[in-house]
């Protein structure tokens, strides 16, 4: 599978459990916090992002948490379901002058067994 | 109707040779760019236009020419192509250059340097 060799973070889940995915970020000067999905042979999918003024924001079964203080971002995803296997990728927006240029951080496959 | 399209899909092509690939957005955004991903899935900004003006440029060899003959369209040139180059590029856009960092990504276009 395309998986193969990537050495990527993996997470495996029932369908119906929910997944955390776990992500540390380095500049503590960025504005927004962003997660993005990548379906096989797809380009990445916004799924939800966070201010850094935030602690929490909650989307459609989907939750981001952001830790300021140890620099940690975290994806909670309710009820897992098969279409939810893809690779996601933490991103964070520099801001200032650079607001368009997104540093995603290494992925984590996610695969969601029936 | 996509909404950011990229060709070619696939391109497979011998060292030394001048490729381009091309990208288009039916979205109305003032924002374009290009990404690279490599093969352990690694995202990284190449390059930014905002209304035709290029405004993020990552230190990538000048082997590598973006265009925007106006706002919908930005390509990628590349001459003399090297082994190195072999990767999946991702063009996206967004409505402004000033936004959170949702971007649109194309589908990629996965070049291979033979």
């Known amino acids: 599978g395309e998986s193969v060799g990537l050495h990527l973070p993996t997470l495996s889940v029932q369908e119906g459990d929910n997944s955390i995915i776990n992500c540390a970020y380095s500049n503590s000067a960025s504005d927004y916090f962003i997660w993005y999905k990548q379906e096989s042979g797809k380009g990445p999918q916004f799924i939800i992002d966070i201010r850094s003024n935030m602690d929490k924001r909650q989307g459609q079964r989907v939750t981001v948490l952001l830790n300021k203080t140890v620099k940690h971002l975290s994806l909670q995803i309710a009820a897992t379901q098969p279409g939810d296997s893809a690779v996601y990728f933490c991103?964070?927006?520099?801001?200032?002058?650079?607001?368009?240029?997104?540093?995603f951080g290494q992925g984590t496959i996610l695969t969601v067994h029936p | 109707d996509t909404a950011v399209s990229q060709t070619p899909k696939y391109l497979v092509t011998q060292m030394g040779n001048d490729k381009s690939i091309k990208c288009e957005q039916n979205?109305?955004?003032?924002?374009m760019y290009w990404y690279k991903q490599d093969s352990k899935k690694f995202l990284k900004i190449m390059f930014s236009?905002?209304?035709?003006?290029?405004?993020i440029n990552e230190t990538v060899p000048n082997r590598f020419s973006p265009k925007s003959p106006d706002k919908a369209h930005l390509n990628l040139h590349i001459n003399s192509l090297e082994l190195g180059d072999s990767a999946v590029y991702f063009c996206?856009?967004?409505?402004?250059?000033?936004?959170?960092?949702?971007?649109?990504f194309g589908e990629g276009s996965r070049l291979t340097v033979l």
């Open positions: 996206a856009s967004s409505q402004t250059h000033l936004g959170t960092g949702e971007l649109f």
């Open positions: 236009y905002n209304n035709k003006e290029l405004i």
């Open positions: 991103a964070e927006n520099a801001g200032g002058t650079s607001y368009g240029k997104l540093t």
């Open positions: 979205l109305g955004h003032d924002t």
